[in-house]
């Protein structure tokens, strides 16, 4: 049973293109969690998605920044026009239902050029 | 006030020592509740779930006082590789998002 995948690990982008950051959840979840860590700061929640839905997106910036969980295939988190503040660490996680341990990805570490 | 809060440390401690963390947390309704562990520019990883009556693993024991809004993390003999960063996490009914404090870290040194 293959953990939380995501990819890539490490993305460059110039100021001003798209980055798309993918999540597979562990087999059998169906709830999954976006966070964004800058570096010695705390993991901040962004955005709670199960399949096809979108439950709860207060941790996300209303600008620029999108996310979907389809039907077949992983979840993907969405950042137009990114800006050098978008330098961070994005961690997935994954839960079988709620009030549950969650279980995480290794992240993807995208750098802002 | 934060919903989530934690001590940053660092806990600086000699391999051996018995060490000790707490967490606080807002809201009242809160229903589960975790410890994980984050090594430098790594995932956080599950280390355990808190019960209500209290819960062991080896030399880790986490406590949940429902009353005064804390869970603690105590960790016995500690080992070099027990350096980390120690996660504290809430999961509130009603919203159902795992909420992470700041964490706080620790150092076992020689």
């Known amino acids: 049973n293959a953990g939380v995948m995501q990819n890539p690990r490490h993305l460059v982008r110039r100021r001003g293109q798209e980055a798309r950051l993918r999540c597979s959840p562990m087999?059998?979840?169906?709830?999954v969690y976006w966070y964004r860590q800058l570096p010695e700061e705390g993991l901040k929640f962004m955005v709670y998605?199960?399949?096809?839905?979108?439950?709860?997106e207060s941790g996300m910036p209303k600008e620029r920044f999108s996310a979907e969980f389809p039907k077949e295939g992983p979840s993907i988190l969405r950042i137009q026009q990114v800006v050098r503040g978008d330098s961070a660490a994005y961690f997935c996680?994954?839960?079988?239902?709620?009030?549950?341990?969650?279980?995480f990805g290794q992240g993807t570490r995208l750098t802002v050029v | 006030r934060k919903e989530v809060e934690q001590d940053p440390g660092p806990f600086n401690v000699p391999e051996g020592a018995t060490v000790a963390f707490n967490c606080t947390y807002s809201?009242?309704?809160?229903?589960?509740f975790f410890w994980y562990r984050q090594d430098c520019r790594k995932e956080p990883k599950l280390l355990m779930s808190?019960?209500?009556s209290g819960n062991e693993d080896g030399r880790f024991t986490a406590q949940l006082n429902r009353a005064s809004q804390y869970i603690s993390l105590l960790i016995r003999d500690s080992k070099l590789s027990d350096s980390a960063t120690y996660l504290c996490?809430?999961?509130?009914?009603?919203?159902?998002?795992?909420?992470f404090g700041r964490g706080t870290s620790l150092i076992v040194h020689p």
């Open positions: 996490v809430v999961i509130s009914g009603g919203s159902y998002i795992p909420t």
């Open positions: 998605l199960q399949k096809e839905n979108i439950i709860d």
């Open positions: 809201n009242s309704a809160s229903q589960s």
């Open positions: 808190v019960y209500s």
């Open positions: 996680a994954s839960s079988p239902g709620t009030n549950t341990e969650a279980f």
């Open positions: 087999k059998g979840h169906s709830h």
